[in-house]
């Protein structure tokens, strides 16, 4: 092993943690959202306690993105100081966007967000989440789209062995980019619609008095008096319904920019889409193997190019083609690992959105007017189990998509071998990525310690006002409270 294979174990492990964070702030900032905005023209109650109490968990877990971000760039000029060097003068202009633009604006409005729950207009409050929210939108796109252009360079030009950018506009529209940016926001919101549906789940057990395990019981969860116990499993139903919906909806987007990415990959890297089949040789009517030794006929070029009998290279003969083009190298990924991911991300994709629509019909309201089912106990379970199924698909396809460009930093261009930086040693390295990883150990530990114990704790039960003598109490429907700061 030497400083390149350590090089790239620190740069997946650190990325791959940190893209935990990232979906789902994507996702979960747009429910926020979402739930303030449903309190805003309903005055509804529960939709600012939803809003609070999902507000913490994603301000927890921004957190924790933003921390373990400032990493990868640090390893841009500490490992890949040639990369850099190459890249440089294209990359300065989307991530400059990314930071100036998008970061500043999500993280100025958030904080406002954060501090101004009894200080601002309601309007200007919730104006101020949404602005977040499309800064973290915006962020990604200029990061997909920096991202888009190693797998299809466009609008540069070489000169004294570095790229130069002709065309801003060429980058940031690459066909590349504009079939990424939407499969990847959608899988977000399928990560963070996974998450959510997880608590409710967890909260309509708990508030029941079960567990999640079938044959034990919980603690019964302590009640202000004031508020009935059947209003909190509806709020959680209600929580739970939205976030279904959001889930299904995102997982359709997602085939459909699936979809076009297999068709760009046909043209721009057709070796990664030979090694996601484990396709050897140049096949017309490829089939699509669900299993080794389960094959589709024609799927995969059904897939590839709408065509049945359309041919899809394979990796030998791309490989033959590249050593003449390119020079001696091997240029074949690691094709177990980019076969197993390509199926982890379609099954448990596919699990997660199945859920989702499993969920809404049995919640569905028995006829129009009528009262809704509650929530079955089983599905609750079953809503908690299926937790880590959104986040394994999305790294899943995380590494389908790095891995399986690979050799290459650069498609065509720059290989990951003539990318490290010469002058930093295997010691270096090894140090660097078992502080990275001891380090990351503990943020995980502590994120999971706050994660759960807020989760557990739900919502705060808002206070009551006491009404004058002789009056009816009042019912927490009628409840109109003024925001408080919570954070």
Not at 404 to 414: A, D, F, S
Not at 428 to 450: K, P, S
Request: aromatic share 10%.
């Amino acid at each position: 092993m030497d400083a390149l294979d350590l090089a790239r174990w620190q740069f997946g492990v650190t990325t791959v943690y940190h893209f935990l964070f990232v979906p789902l702030t994507i996702g979960l900032g747009v429910y926020v959202a979402g739930l303030q905005t449903a309190w805003h023209l309903t005055g509804k109650e529960h939709y600012l306690r939803l809003t609070k109490f999902f507000g913490k968990l994603f301000l927890i877990n921004f957190a924790m993105g933003v921390v373990t971000g400032i990493v990868q760039e640090f390893q841009f000029g500490m490992n890949w100081s040639e990369y850099s060097t190459f890249v440089g003068d294209v990359f300065g202009a989307p991530l400059a966007l990314e930071a100036l633009l998008a970061f500043f604006l999500e993280s100025t409005f958030l904080g406002l967000w954060i501090f101004g729950w009894d200080r601002l207009p309601r309007r200007i409050h919730l104006a101020c989440l949404w602005a977040a929210v499309i800064g973290s939108n915006l962020s990604a796109y200029f990061i997909l789209a920096a991202n888009a252009w190693m797998k299809h360079p466009v609008g540069y030009e070489v000169v004294d062995g570095r790229a130069r950018m002709t065309d801003l506009w060429a980058v940031l529209t690459n066909s590349t980019a504009l079939a990424q940016v939407p499969h990847v926001v959608a899988a977000s919101f399928v990560v963070a619609g996974g998450f959510v549906i997880a608590v409710a789940g967890y909260r309509i057990l708990r508030e029941r008095g079960l567990a999640v395990r079938p044959g034990r019981r919980n603690a019964p969860a302590v009640q202000d008096a004031t508020v009935p116990m059947r209003r909190l499993p509806d709020m959680w139903r209600t929580s739970l319904r939205a976030a279904l919906v959001m889930t299904a909806i995102a997982g359709a987007v997602v085939a459909g920019s699936g979809d076009l990415s297999g068709q760009l990959l046909r043209e721009q890297q057709p070796m990664k889409l030979a090694a996601a089949e484990g396709l050897r040789h140049d096949t017309a009517g490829a089939p699509f193997s669900i299993a080794p030794g389960v094959e589709v006929p024609g799927l995969l070029s059904l897939l590839a190019a709408h065509d049945p009998g359309a041919t899809v290279q394979g990796v030998d003969d791309i490989q033959a083609r590249y050593e003449k083009a390119f020079g001696p190298a091997d240029y074949i990924p690691n094709l177990p690992v980019v076969f197993w991911s390509f199926r982890v991300m379609i099954g448990f994709g596919m699990a997660t959105v199945g859920l989702s629509v499993l969920g809404l019909w049995l919640t569905r309201r028995r006829r129009r007017g009528g009262t809704a089912k509650p929530v079955p106990g089983w599905f609750a379970r079953l809503c908690v189990l299926a937790l880590p199924l959104p986040a394994v698909a999305i790294i899943s396809g995380w590494l389908l998509s790095e891995i399986g460009r690979q050799p290459w930093t650069v498609q065509g261009e720059l290989m990951t071998a003539a990318s490290v930086s010469p002058g930093v040693s295997l010691g270096e390295v090894a140090i660097t990525l078992a502080v990275f990883t001891v380090l990351y150990g503990v943020l995980a530990v502590a994120e999971g310690v706050l994660l759960v114990r807020h989760v557990k704790a739900g919502p705060e039960v808002p206070p009551i006002e006491s009404a004058p003598a002789g009056a009816a109490p009042a019912r927490p429907d009628d409840a109109r409270l003024t925001p408080t700061l919570m954070y």
